[in-house]
């Protein structure tokens, strides 16, 4: 009875679009009682939308400086460059583009030295940041090293994050947010949410470490999209990922959500305790 359990368990949930790729998902899964999501594209839509840019350089029109960043951002797959793609000027181009992932992009436009991201990857000096109050920006723009802008961005939380977050919470389960996003990115987000625990500005190793701290006395499932996730999926007890986003296939995840739902976690819990119910 076994095998057929598990078959049948397994096919219920393909048929559902939540496809299994690992062997142990049954069994883990109902072990489960940390529940880590990552932020951008997986809690949220990954449509973001300037909502505010701070200028540092008067040379440069608020206009001017969005048709830089939209000629870099053409070049990166990350959500927050389709923000730009309305303020795509064709007569720029950048060239010796170069896509850092979690980080930003670098790039060359005629003889001006281009880079874009992270405010703290850019401004290393946080005092500084906090200085022109721009600390808590989703991306900071430079100009041959100079900071001319700071962009600030929202998106919004998924349909169903609400009610998964609450199902997950009556079961008694402790949930994180741990995010590459800046604070105010993640608060903004977060206080829609019955979220317990958020984590902001972490790097794709900073993520993996959280992960394998809290796994020394929980046992966790990593929710993410699958961008820049491959570090934190492969440490977590089990991965889950969006079907939505670019890498998924690569990303090395134990579950894909195919049908984009995060409700799914729910399903998958009541179906794996189903399964193992039949096989111990
Ligand atoms: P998350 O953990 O929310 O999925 P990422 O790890 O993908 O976020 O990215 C972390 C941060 O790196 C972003 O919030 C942004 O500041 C910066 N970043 C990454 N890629 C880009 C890009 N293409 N353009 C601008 N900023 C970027
Ligand atoms: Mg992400």
Redesign the pocket.
Known sequence: ATPTALTCGTTRLNRDGIMIKSGHVMETIPEVDTYAF?????LTQGEFQVTQLKRFDENYSKQQLLALVAA??AH?Q????KAFTQYRDFAINATEIK???????TGQVGNDKIS????S?LITDSNEAKQLNCDDA??AVMINDKLVAAIYLTDSAREDAQSVLSALKAKAMTTYM?????SA?CQQIASQLPIDHVHSS???HE?MEKVKSLQSSHTVAMV??G???TPVFSAAHVSIAMGSGTDVAKSGADVILLNNRLTSLSVLRHVAQKTRRIIW
């Open positions: 990552d932020k951008t594209g997986t870099l951002e990166s990350h959500p927050l460059a896509v850092h992932p979690g980080l930003g992009v874009l991201g992270k405010v990857w989703q991306i741990l995010s590459g996003d800046s990115g972490l790097s794709a993520k993410g999209d961008v820049n996730d």
